[in-house]
């Protein structure tokens, strides 16, 4: 359930009853504190800034209110821009699991896919486009798409969309609109400097801002934060510890280059846990799959880049793992709040050097944050999990009966024991790796 909850629910807006059915089965009672906010200002045709935490419902907060204006098929009237193709799917599905009961056509524009695909859904005569600025882009240069009857845009992580690198993409796309056209911006994270340009881009607009408090970032409380220092040396076995000592779902380890994320899953994928890279380099096809993948628990560890760290919403993830620093505070608030989404809970840990020091000050000075140092996960206790794992293991009968009892011993004398880092390996190699996963 989400946070701030209250009196109000869906039907106070005055949305037609067919889009109040829709919101009801897909189990929405009442509308997030930024939806209260933004939706009745959106449906007067205000142009908007909202700014509120990661994973608070801002995309309900524009789909809904766009949705209850379409009444049936219509000429192309909604443009949607994103920063990441995944995002512009994620945000198709989104609009389509509301939209049911009405024949519109909402299509995605990324970048990756194939040419002809995209062709064929721009005949089918879209009321809505979602699209990361590059694709669209092009398609507009070859007078592919028409956006002269856009009454509507939205930019969902503006702050990311009018960074430079984008911006001026963006602002090309603006120039093929030539109606007057309502405008809407949303992200966890404005700055100050970004606040500036989007005065340039929107006049009179109205400012929903319930993530920024006296100039700090409020950062779901629901997400546990912990921080702890590593060497360059020997993070690779603290993570391995991390992914052993505790039962997660599904795990995102956030790091710095594309080449790392592959070379980190390869070595996760080796130790016995199912996990893949996410990259910007890798073929489209196999980042969907990835995605999807990991949204259908097929795999629970994702090592990304942080093309996965803006508005990606899955379920279940309850532990972000920052293995390579953050770009800077905002890039951690994104990242971070890939989980503890609608309220749910989640854990975020952050790796960092003695040199690295300095970012766990920014984020006392920018953040509201409750951060708190934690330890490596002791030797006694990841050998209780493996003995777990290990009984688990027996109980299912995937270990061979003769062993079964030698190494039951084993391990419950080891666990009495203050054991060392060498034996800790020798016995995962040794008893868990060899045997158990060899014989699965
Ligand atoms: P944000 O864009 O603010 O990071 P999302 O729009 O992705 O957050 O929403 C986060 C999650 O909360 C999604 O899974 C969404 O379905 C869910 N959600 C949004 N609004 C509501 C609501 N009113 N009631 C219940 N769940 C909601
Ligand atoms: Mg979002």
Do not use: W
């Amino acid at each position: 359930m989400i946070n701030n909850f209250n009196k109000f629910n869906f039907n106070n807006f005055g949305f037609n009853e067919k889009l109040l059915r829709e919101i009801k089965k897909l189990g929405y009672v009442n509308p997030t504190k930024i939806q209260l906010k933004c939706i009745p200002l959106f449906l007067k045709g205000y142009n908007i800034l909202g700014i509120a935490k990661t994973g608070s419902g801002k995309t309900a907060a524009f789909v809904l209110p766009i949705l209850s204006r379409l009444l049936k098929k219509s000429f192309l009237q909604v443009l949607v821009l994103t920063p990441t193709r995944e995002l512009t799917i994620q945000t198709v599905n989104f609009f389509n699991m509301f939209s049911k009961y009405i024949n519109i056509k909402i299509i995605p524009i990324y970048g990756g896919q194939s040419y002809r695909i995209q062709l064929n859904n721009i005949k089918k005569k879209p009321s809505i486009i979602v699209a990361t600025p590059g694709r669209l882009l092009d398609l507009l240069k070859k007078r592919i798409i028409n956006l002269s009857s856009i009454k509507t845009v939205v930019l969902d992580e503006a702050d990311e969309m009018l960074r430079m690198g984008f911006i001026e993409d963006v602002k090309r796309i603006f120039s093929y609109i030539k109606t007057k056209y309502q405008m809407a911006l949303f992200s966890a994270t404005f700055s100050n400097s970004i606040k500036n340009i989007v005065s340039k881009f929107m006049n009179n607009y109205k400012e929903i801002n319930l993530s920024l408090f006296k100039n700090k970032n409020i950062v779901p409380k629901n997400i546990k934060q912990y921080y702890l220092y590593v060497n360059f040396k020997n993070k690779i076995n603290i993570l391995m510890k991390f992914l052993e000592s505790e039962n997660y779902n599904s795990i995102i380890i956030f790091v710095k280059t594309k080449i790392y994320t592959i070379k980190l899953s390869n070595f996760i994928l080796n130790s016995g846990y199912s996990s893949s890279a996410l990259n910007g380099d890798m073929k489209q096809f196999l980042r969907e799959k990835t995605i999807n993948n990991f949204k259908n628990k097929k795999i629970s560890i994702l090592v990304a880049t942080d093309i996965a760290s803006r508005g990606l919403d899955i379920k279940n993830v309850d532990l972000i793992i920052n293995y390579d620093l953050p770009m800077d505070v905002k890039s951690y608030i994104h990242r971070i709040g890939r989980t503890g989404r609608a309220n749910n809970k989640g854990k975020a840990i952050l790796f960092v050097s003695k040199k690295e020091k300095f970012f766990i000050y920014n984020l006392y000075k920018k953040l509201n944050c409750n951060l708190k140092k934690i330890n490596i996960p002791d030797n006694k206790v990841i050998l209780k999990k493996r003995f777990e794992k290990l009984s688990f293991l027996i109980k299912n009968n995937k270990f061979k009966k003769n062993k079964i009892t030698f190494y039951k011993n084993i391990l419950s004398k080891l666990l009495k024991l203050n054991i060392s880092e060498k034996y800790l390996d020798l016995i995962f190699l040794h008893i868990i790796y060899k045997n158990i996963y060899l014989i699965k």
